[in-house]
């Protein structure tokens, strides 16, 4: 197809192809959102159409439960482990399916880009291991190809035709095994049906559907591509379907798994939310008197989908911040569509560790920092980039990525004094996660003042051994990092300012993000976000016009805002 697009003298076929290309591409460019279904859906509008990946957002398709639990023809109530026993058994009987056989199912078209062909020859295999099981193929398409290769099982293998969703629902309750051998899938919506029914998975990793289906739901077989095709290898399929036959307790674990992935991100209610976010957001860049703030994420070894919203989530709640983000595409994939012009904004966040951005991006960021823009570094975000010199002077200091005495001194303090300390070693490192207590470097820079000097940070990281080329303005915090939690012995800096020309450079090491916005305990400790909030509106304006809130931490006692919430202006969108 890309060969086709390509062809400088194309037939008729590749005349057609290339104007409804040039057409597709044209609607997307004059859109100010696109929206697609998945991660891999944005690559390829990224690197084909050359869309603005900051335009596109991916918001998955959500279905409406009719999961066991929401059985069909029973109430929506959820049903005891033995009532949905006895109802498979009842529907089991319905479908003249004996209760020893054990279910196969295939749900989708009938054909050989959804992997139905390799589908049939590993069951042939399968039957030699498990011979009571039978394979449903629920769809329409091209019978004829595939009920010849099947012919010398036929009396094993079911083709229903088209069904319609009440009967289709009826074969996912009553399936063993859920199979999505797809070579390629936008999206997997058969996947999500399988997940909200509670039905184990074997699927291939491939395109939008290894997104959907994650190790919690199944097993997953890999593709192999060829010069001018993919192929699965049958001998995996059939290995992991038998697996799955052979072992009901692994199985029923995977169905828990899709069932709970599901209900998280696949829900109509998701999906409806997500939808009302983003029609939402289209509103929000114009908001009179707010910062406008771009957080740029995407690639990360932290988990950026949980940090980003939190960031997000405290930057917007406090009524200061008009926040965009931008997401990169993916770790080793095409990067030269990931285009930003930072002086659209008066304040960018860096949640980012990754791969290079293309040499207009670096070029829009350097210039927004030597125009005087606002720059937040967050955690990890130092240890970005090790080759990208002026990056590092923005930041000051970071570490990992094999930093050492080549990158620049560790940066620490020492008798509240800074040490720039030339030592050979390798930069960047942290004990246990633990509580400590933050110190107070100058008391009277706007983003301290008022602050506690001293204030219990809740369980972190505290970076330690940090080195880079950057010249420290001030440091606003430190902490003791105690050799007892496997620390450096230094009093390392974890909050502070950067000289860097004219750029304002507000850099946090802390705030190691958890696994879910519930459980993210350094970015829920109001210490942490009281300081991004004034390190966020300082970097952005100079000035730090917010009260000092009462649910500041002490010395001695922490304290969390687990929802990210506090509004210091109330929010006006005139
Ligand atoms: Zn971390």
Known sequence: MRNILKETQPDDFGIKLQKSFEEEKSYYLRGDRVICLSENMREILCREYGIDSTKISVIPNGIVDQGFWGIAGHSSTKLTNHERNDAVIRMRKKWKITPKEKIILFAGRVDEVKGVGYLIRAFHKVLE?????????????????FMREAKDICTKITFTGLLDKIALNELYQIADVGVVPSLYEPFGLVAVEMMMHGLPIVATATSGLNEVVDEACGLKIPITALSDSVEIDISDLTQKIVYLLQNPAVAKQFGHGGRKRYLHYYTANVFQNNMLQLYKSLFQPVVYGRIRTLIVTGQHHHQWKVSHVALKQILENSGLFAVEVAISPKEGSNMSNFKRDFAAYQLVVLDYCGDRWPEETEKSFLDFADNGGGVVVYHAANNAFRDWKAYNQITGFGGWEGRDETDGPYIYMKNDQLIYDKSPG??????????????????????????????????????????????????????????????????????????????????????????????????????????????????????????????????TTGSLRKDYKYEIRPLRSE
């Not at 099981?133 to 398409?141: E, F, K, N, P, V």
């Not at 983003?447 to 606003?476: C, F, M, N, S």
Request: charged content about 20%.
């Open 129 to 145: 291991s498990v011979p009571r099981c039978r394979l449903i193929i629920a769809g329409s398409g091209d019978f004829d190809t």
């Open 426 to 555: 390798s930069g960047g490192s942290h004990g246990a996660r633990h509580e400590f207590v933050l110190h107070c470097g100058n008391p009277e820079h706007p983003i301290t003042k008022g602050l506690p000097a001293a204030w219990l940070h809740a369980q972190d990281e505290l970076y330690d051994r940090l080195r880079g080329p950057g010249i420290v303005d001030e440091v606003l915090f430190w902490a003791y990092s105690d050799p007892e939690t496997r620390g450096s012995g230094r009093d390392e800096i974890a909050m502070l300012t950067v000289n860097y020309g004219k750029a304002r450079i507000y850099h946090t090491t802390l705030g190691h993000v958890g696994s879910t916005l519930t459980d993210n305990t350094a970015m829920q400790c109001t210490g942490f976000q009281v300081t991004l909030l004034r390190g966020a509106e300082w970097a952005a304006t100079g000035q730090v016009t917010q009260p000092v809130p009462d649910d500041f931490p002490t010395a």
